[in-house]
């Protein structure tokens, strides 16, 4: 396989994507253009970026073995959006088979094929819905949330609800803790029972835009 770009590859991150000790490896690329991105190298061009193939991603995590081993953990994919990279994913799950857990943290903005293969692929999903209203959602990502929704129904009764946890945030400029409360709401009529409420800090995005290169 080709080598694929990412934006940063972080080791030894305890409790923030995953369980145990986790290495985050972002891909480069992204279909939505939220406003407040924390990455947004992954929108603009890949020159300069670190390219890897699965293996060589494979063999720079197994360093950690032991610590993934011992705690549970192992390989957070993340971005951008990593599901558009299933064919990279799929193959670094054959070179670490079941060894280490994968996790992916994804805005499921994505064709429900790639969907449907993460499905097959990824122990555990962490989902960024951003807000449940299709208006709020458009606004701040410059999509429909319509495809992303469709996609956590199928996932859900694909896969049930413990392998994965929802992110509701609540995002200034953009929703409301009444936003963010009916938001929990439908995600309970869809089936999830794993949230992750929180606040995104305005001054920090503004901070990580303005550093950052699109």
Not at 54 to 73: H, M, Q, R, W
Not at 122 to 145: M, P, V
Request: charged content about 25%; hydrophobic content about 35%; some cysteine.
């Amino acid at each position: 396989m080709e080598r694929v770009p990412f934006i940063g590859i972080n080791r030894h991150r305890i409790g923030i994507d995953g369980i145990g000790v986790t290495t985050l490896a972002c891909f480069h690329g992204c279909t939505l253009r939220c406003r407040y991105c924390l990455n947004r190298r992954c929108l603009g061009p890949d020159e300069g970026m670190q390219h890897l193939t699965p293996k060589e991603l494979y063999d720079f995590c197994s360093i950690d073995n032991l610590y993934f081993v011992a705690t549970g953990g192992g390989v957070c994919f993340g971005g951008g959006e990593p599901l558009l990279r299933m064919d990279f994913i799929e193959e670094f799950r054959q070179l670490c088979e079941h060894n280490w857990h994968l996790t992916a943290e994804t805005a499921l903005s994505v064709p429900r094929d790639a969907v449907e293969r993460a499905a097959e692929t990824i122990d555990d999903f962490i989902i960024d819905i951003k807000d449940c209203n299709d208006d709020i959602y458009q606004r701040y990502t410059g999509h429909s949330n319509t495809l992303s929704m469709g996609n956590l129904k199928w996932l859900v009764k694909a896969i049930g609800p413990d392998r994965m946890t929802v992110r509701v945030p609540l995002i200034p400029n953009y929703n409301t803790p009444e936003d963010t409360d009916r938001s929990v709401e439908i995600l309970k009529a869809v089936g999830i029972t794993h949230f992750d409420r929180f606040e995104y800090t305005l001054r920090k995005m503004k901070e990580e835009n303005s550093s950052s290169t699109p």
